[in-house]
């Protein structure tokens, strides 16, 4: 069965179109990751499943049933916001209890869910706190938890961890992983973190300008992206562009090659000037002028010494390339 | 806090300007205070002394006591003033909300129209009120004068309230639509809870100019039973003669309710709970 089927949807808010023509599926308890530059609508989409925005056309599918004018409440759905959103006069048990009141569900069953929420999310200490006497990653916990006791039969993220610091939203990550494999929901998350579209999702869907311009599973979208803006924006750090001309190819095309793809060495057809080396550790990128006004990436395994200013060749696998024509589309090569 | 905070002089000099400016402040209020305990004649021979056993005296008081029902008009001021302030806060929030809250066609003609109330003197349209007070019925009665403070005090309220309810973050709104929560639960519950400071600075803004006005009570209800403080507190002051002891102790009177208003009003503009709702 399909969780969510969006049909056509459009949206606009006056003059400006922000959603066009949107057909999207969620399977059941499947985790689909909306990724996009900053401004594409994937905020304005999930209110519009959500119900919070009324879709300007098309028809939204929540479980079988076409929930266009059902308001937010009734949809089945439980949203976690970037900002947590806490009710700051309600305690942490009073913020997962006040939808269920609202529903009308009889008192112990409203404390079973909130037991069961808390126990998942290790909020049993702070059930009777305040928002505002929990640290960042608690009320992100109590926001989820919120979520969790509507058991909704799809949960929706808008960048639920962009605001914690890089060791909590690794496992904050991890655990929203263990949730969804324990609830078995859909759910649909909404990042810009590239490492937590790609290990979270079992779909990506990439948003441009309110378009989707593809979806796929993680890989499919690394291996073989649909265009060159989708090779652009999934894999970090980004795909190279070289145009084809330089190395034999048409004139026009432009050549995709990934920075792990790519060897430093002493032939290969490119050759350019060491601009800056990062340094990471487990590895290295080495960024490249290759004069034209092009720069190119390599990624290195491990670490490796070289200097800025240092004239090098770059080599790369010749059959994981990528060719894109000039309007960005994929041509065979 | 930070180093130079703490540091004793800054304090000390901090706290001495902060010292010297509610002298400043109190002052007048205090000679008023201790001249309405005054004989009419200590009063004028030496202002500023405090009262002792040879110029002490209640005269002030009694008169007031005596003429006219004073009571009487504490309660009417104190019901136009709080009932005028109820609803410039209910409906000035009310406005506010739909204003800041909701997409609909002349929502930004209807805010300017609201505001166009702050730069337009309501007594420019007295002749007007007056008619229609006449008309419904209304003169000689509290309604009039509240009705007309809260025209008076709306403008403003709406154009600082939906400023401030701008401010409040929509996530917070949309989690409790998503919870089931009606708008005016979502108003009463969540949002005026975090716009308090904002309605307290409203009320203090509009307490004042209503408790102390003469125009309205003047013409819309001069009737004995009607009658506000400032208007019943006329009687002393003469064009020959003005009852200076009666004056003062009517003053020194007046000032107390407006003071118990103010403090409860300006506990809200501390406490603040906003802290932890967003981030
Ligand atoms: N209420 C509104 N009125 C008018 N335009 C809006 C409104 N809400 C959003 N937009 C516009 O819609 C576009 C998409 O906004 P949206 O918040 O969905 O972006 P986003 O993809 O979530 O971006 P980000 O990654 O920065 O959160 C933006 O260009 C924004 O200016
Ligand atoms: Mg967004």
Redesign the pocket.
Known sequence: MTALTLSNVCKS??P?D?LKNIDLTVEDSEFVVFV?P????????LRVIAGLEEATSGSIDIGGQVVNTVPPAKRGIAMVFQSYALYPHLTVHGNMALGLKQAGHPRDEIERRIAEAARMLSLEAYLSRRPSELSGGQRQRVAIGRAIVRKPKLFLFD?PLSNLDAALRMNTRIEIANLHRQLTASMIY?T?DQTEAMTLADKIVV?RDGRVEQVGSPLELYNNPANRFVAEFIGSPAMNFVDADRVGGPVGATLGIRPEHARIGDTGPLSGQVMHVEKLGSDTNVMIDLGRDSRFTVRVFGQYEIDPGAEVRIDYDTARTLLFSTEGARIAS | MNKARRNPANTLAMHGALILYTCIALFPVFVILINSFKTRKAIFREPLALPDADSFSMIGYQTVMKQGDFFLYFQNSMIVTVASLFFVLMFGAMAAFALSEYRFRGNTLMGLYLALGIMIPIRIGTVAILELMVASGLVNTLWALILVYTAQGLPLAVFILSEFMRQVSDDLKNAGRIDGLSEYTIFFRLVLPLVRPAMATVAVFNMIPIWNDLWFPLILAPAEETKTLTLGSQVFIGQFVTDWNAVLSALSMAILPVMVLYVIFSRQLIRGITSGAVK
């Open positions: 808010f006056g400006v922000v996009g900053s401004g594409c609508g994937k905020s304005t989409l960048e909404v810009h948003l």
